[in-house]
Structures are given as structure tokens and as C-alpha cells.
């Protein structure tokens, strides 16, 4: 079954509005959580590391105050895109590292248009 | 710098064919090395990792790849390819518990 749950799966919405992305780690407690964006025909890239109860570590050239992330349990990560435009679309992935820290898991990604 | 290469960016195989995809990597200290396949507008599942101890590692799904250090290579390979096969496929490196470095991918196309 699946380790780690995303929600949603597809969302559309309006330039300057707000999206909220959820990720959750369905079979253990999670103190560190990773997103990752994915643009069309690219590969991953890490935006930032979501650490429970603390703020989140973000890569350079990413805007955290456009990418909010908040980990406020242990088992939930939020992403939220922040009046969200066009060039926001692309494919959001969060990822938690199992148990035994040998094998990292993935949602099933986020696919966002921003219209 | 860390990274990840690889160099293919599309290959198309015939049904029934071996396939091997080429990965190399840049990374400072012992890389923890990773496969994982990603279907049309879904997450990724992993098919195989290498931490230590025997550079040939088996997945599943049939695939395994070589670790060979002097080359800082990460191949994967399958002797017969099947039609689900087709997706892409992203390796990746690593120090565990922490980010992961992807390449930029390679497309599998696979032609009855």
C-alpha cells in the first residue's frame, strides 16, 4: 500500500489565488519531509526540506514566501502556492524517507495549472 | 559539484529486446545510488538501490544495475524488455535520509 499519501492529484485555479498541496506519510512519523517540483520533460528539482516544528530549509532560488510550506505534525506537510501565476504550473512531488532511511518514498504528485 | 547524467534522453526499444540505461554521477562522498520509474502523470516507485557491498544489485520488475565506482557509472539493465516497461525512468544519487539528486531522465519507448 502507499507509504506516502498527496492530495490533490490535479487542481487548476486562478492566477492570484492560493493553492494548498498536501502530503501525508501514512505508515510512520515523518520529521522531515522534501519537495520537489518537476517541470515539463525535466527532471526533479529539490525546492526545499520541510522539518516538523520548525521552519522549513529551502533551496537556493526558490521564494519562500510564494512556496509556504508548513510541517505541523508529524505525519503532514503542506505546500502552498502563494498568488499562484502562470509560470507556477508544473508537477509538485513530495518525498519521506522510510524507517530504515535506505529507501526514499513518493507521493503521487501534484499537477498544477495556473490559468 | 554534485550531479546526475544521463545521457540518454529518449530510447526506443523493440519488445523482447535487453536495454540498458547509462547513469553517472558527481558526488563527494559514498554515494547511496538509486532507479526509479515514473509513469505519465504519477509519482515515482523505485526499482533498485545501491548502498554498499555487491555492485550488482537486483530490482524488481526484472531490472538490476552495476555499480562500478571507477566509472562512477550506475547502469540499469533488463535482458527482455516488456511493453509496460515503457516510462521514464530517473536515476538518482544520494547520501540517505536526505535530498536526492536526480538526472534529467530517460524516456523508454517500446514498440511491439
Known amino acids: 500500500g502507499a507509504v506516502v499519501s498527496q492530495h490533490p492529484s490535479r487542481v487548476i485555479c486562478k492566477s492570484g489565488t492560493s493553492v494548498k498541496i498536501e502530503c501525508r506519510s501514512l505508515?510512520?512519523?515523518?520529521?522531515?519531509m522534501f519537495w520537489y517540483r518537476q517541470f515539463p520533460k525535466k527532471s526533479l528539482m529539490l525546492m526545499a526540506t520541510?522539518?516538523?516544528?520548525?521552519?522549513?530549509?529551502?533551496e537556493q532560488g526558490v521564494e519562500k514566501d510564494k512556496f509556504l510550506i508548513n510541517h505541523a505534525s508529524l505525519t503532514l506537510s503542506t505546500l502552498t502556492v502563494t498568488s499562484a501565476h502562470p509560470e507556477d504550473s508544473s508537477f509538485y512531488i513530495c518525498?519521506?524517507?522510510?524507517?530504515?532511511?535506505?529507501?526514499?518514498?513518493f507521493g503521487q504528485g501534484t499537477r498544477l495549472t495556473v490559468v | 559539484a554534485q550531479s546526475v547524467t544521463q545521457p540518454d534522453i529518449h530510447i526506443t526499444v523493440s519488445e523482447g529486446a535487453s536495454l540498458e540505461l547509462r547513469c553517472n554521477y558527481s558526488y563527494g562522498a559514498t554515494p547511496y545510488l538509486f532507479w526509479y520509474v515514473q509513469s505519465p502523470g504519477q509519482g515515482l516507485q523505485l526499482l533498485l538501490k545501491y548502498f554498499s557491498g555487491d555492485t550488482l544489485v537486483q530490482g524488481i520488475k526484472g531490472f538490476e544495475a552495476e555499480f562500478k565506482r571507477s566509472q562512477s557509472s550506475f547502469n540499469l539493465r533488463k535482458p527482455s524488455v516488456h511493453w509496460s516497461d515503457a516510462a521514464e525512468y530517473f536515476c538518482a544519487v544520494g547520501a540517505g535520509a536526505d535530498k536526492l539528486i536526480f538526472g534529467t531522465g530517460t524516456r523508454l519507448q517500446v514498440f511491439p
Open positions: 505508515d510512520f512519523q515523518a520529521t522531515t
Open positions: 520541510s522539518n516538523e516544528g520548525s521552519k522549513a530549509t529551502y
Open positions: 518525498s519521506v524517507w522510510g524507517r530504515s532511511n535506505t529507501e526514499a518514498f
